[in-house]
């Protein structure tokens, strides 16, 4: 199994935790993190660096440079990214059936924008917001095999998520029961761009964005800036035959709400401290590792594919 993390917080979460007792040098990883660490049990951590570039760069050249037969590998990634409050909270821990690229689109700024366009942003070769674009460049959308995600959710659904005092006062600033509630794992969609943007209007075209690429099939609850990157070049793998794109989980911890709650505004809701960054860290381990251990201790069950319930 080849744990992905995207910068050295995440990998943080699971160095403590694992007893990691061989280290390859890859060349193409980042000079930041140039390393793969791996345990006995041929469980491996890398970390790609933050945004798409780091991101597709670091793990095309994990899959075509590295010394690992990767092709019976399960992939994770576990990172952390914001949250819709009106989908999840703080610390909870998101499974993606559908990982969209938010930043493949046109973009008028707000001033110059149609008067009755509701956003600045649409798909490119589209007529307006309201018509789902030709998924020209390929890397648009990308979906998790199901059984996998269906079996990720039902182990991790009993893990015990870490909290705090501060994210539970914060998030008590927000009207929305979702928002309001401890951190559980849940099943939602992730949205990937390197623009780092906040607030209500942006949240709601990532919702909006969402549902258009998936059809109405998806539901948006995270941002983060580099799992479309990370999918394509594991896409590259497989194409070449070094991997199963149906062994490619994706896993987002709420680090912070994307968007203010009432009474405030986007700046001061971008800058403020919720209290979600510690339980979103700690809880990449606490609702990954139930996963990770089962497919470690039933790997002749889930060498074949992933076990039946």
């Known amino acids: 199994m080849l744990l992905i993390t995207l910068y050295g917080p995440e990998a943080q979460a699971w160095q403590p935790k694992l007893n990691w007792t061989r280290r390859y040098q890859v060349p193409g990883l980042s000079p930041n993190f140039p390393t793969v660490q791996c345990t006995d049990d041929d469980v491996c951590l890398m ?118 005092a501060e994210a539970q006062a914060y998030r008590a600033r927000y009207p929305q029961a979702t928002a309001r509630a401890a951190p559980s794992v849940i099943q939602c969609d992730t949205a990937s761009g390197d623009t780092y943007w906040h607030g209500e209007i942006l949240g709601n075209w990532a919702t909006k964005w969402t549902a258009l690429l998936t059809d109405g099939q998806g539901t948006y609850c995270t941002t983060q800036q580099e799992d479309n990157a990370v999918f394509e070049a594991l896409r590259r793998g497989a194409i070449a035959g070094r991997l199963d794109l149906k062994r490619v989980a994706v896993m987002r911890t709420g680090s912070n709400f994307e968007r203010p709650h009432p009474g405030q505004s986007a700046l001061e809701s971008l800058n403020t401290k919720s209290g979600g960054y510690p339980a979103a860290t700690a809880n990449l381990y606490n609702a990954a590792w139930p996963v990770v251990r089962d497919i470690v201790t039933n790997w002749e069950q889930w060498r074949v594919g992933v076990p039946l319930p």
Do not use: C
């Not at 590998?73 to 914001?82: D, I, M, R, S």
């Not at 366009?117 to 998790?144: C, Q």
């Open 47 to 164: 970390t790609t660096d933050m945004g798409h570039s780091n991101a597709a760069a670091s793990t095309m050249a994990a899959v075509f440079n590295g010394p690992f037969d990767l092709s019976r590998a399960y992939f994770l990634v576990t990172g952390v990214g914001g949250i819709n409050p009106n989908v999840g909270t703080v610390g909870s821990a998101t499974w993606a059936r559908y990982v969209v690229d938010f930043g493949l689109a046109h973009e008028f700024d707000a001033r110059e924008k149609p008067a009755d366009w509701a956003f600045g942003y649409f798909g490119i070769k589209s007529a307006n917001p309201d018509v789902k674009p030709p998924l020209r460049y390929g890397t648009e959308l990308f979906r998790v095999d199901e059984a996998l995600l269906q079996k990720a959710l039902r182990l991790s659904r009993g893990a015990t998520l870490a909290d705090t």
